[in-house]
């Protein structure tokens, strides 16, 4: 039982270039979520999506595209990678219902150079 | 608007020392979650318990103990006889329980690093 996969896991990119960070699952949960984990800052909500094709914006949502086209997929996309969007990416998932619980991935680790 | 805090940026502490994590959360909900997490060096986030607004009673499992005071708005996390294996970054979170979408989103504080030397 994978629960929840992120890939890549380090990713190294440049100035302006198109990211996207991959987010699978396997729990058949509804709700997906996005944070990123900044020193000083804990973690920040950027997108979360309640079930398929239903997105909502988070604490930081700026410079950051997320879609949901599968339940079990939840891909965040950097469009214009700046160096301010260096950070570490976790992806979560929740089965909603009254305990709001939320269990996490691995982590994405980005640089932008 | 919701918000966590965490006072102690670090903590540093020998090996057998209790020691406790302070949380002081800000909600206008009536009914709410509260979460702690650990983070070890791994990186990775594990849950370790989940409190609800109308259930006050003190946990423990093991060496770990929760005190939820409504009064004070505080959930403060204690770890008894600390062990080296306790060293992580620990994060207090607050939810909503009802939501116009019927859910709610995590607010985080921002971590409390706890350093364990033997």
């Known amino acids: 039982d994978a629960g929840i996969t992120q890939s890549p896991r380090y990713k190294i990119t440049e100035t302006g270039r198109q990211v996207t960070l991959m987010c699978h699952q396997t729990?058949?949960?509804?709700?997906m979520f996005w944070y990123r984990q900044d020193l000083g800052h804990g973690l920040r909500l950027i997108y979360y999506s309640a079930a398929a094709d239903i997105t909502d914006k988070g604490e930081v949502p700026d410079g950051y595209v997320v879609s949901r086209s599968k339940t079990e997929n939840f891909p965040l996309t950097l469009e214009s990678a700046t160096r301010s969007q260096t950070s570490v990416y976790f992806c979560a998932t929740g089965g909603g219902g009254s305990y709001n619980e939320q269990f996490f991935g691995p982590g994405t680790r980005l640089t932008v150079l | 608007a919701q918000k966590v805090t965490q006072a102690q940026t670090e903590i540093s502490v020998v090996e057998k020392e209790d020691v406790t994590l302070d949380c002081v959360y800000e909600t206008r909900d009536t009914t709410y979650y509260l979460f702690w997490y650990k983070q070890p060096p791994s990186g990775e986030l594990v849950f370790l318990i989940r409190r609800n607004s109308f259930d006050e009673q003190n946990e423990i499992s093991g060496r770990y103990s929760w005190n939820f005071q409504k009064s004070t708005s505080s959930f403060n996390f204690t770890i008894t006889a600390s062990q080296v294996v306790d060293s992580a970054v620990y994060f207090c979170a607050l939810s909503s329980l009802v939501t116009h979408s019927g859910y709610s989103t995590l607010t985080f504080g921002k971590g409390t690093m706890l350093l364990v030397s033997p």
């Open positions: 729990w058949s949960h509804s709700y």
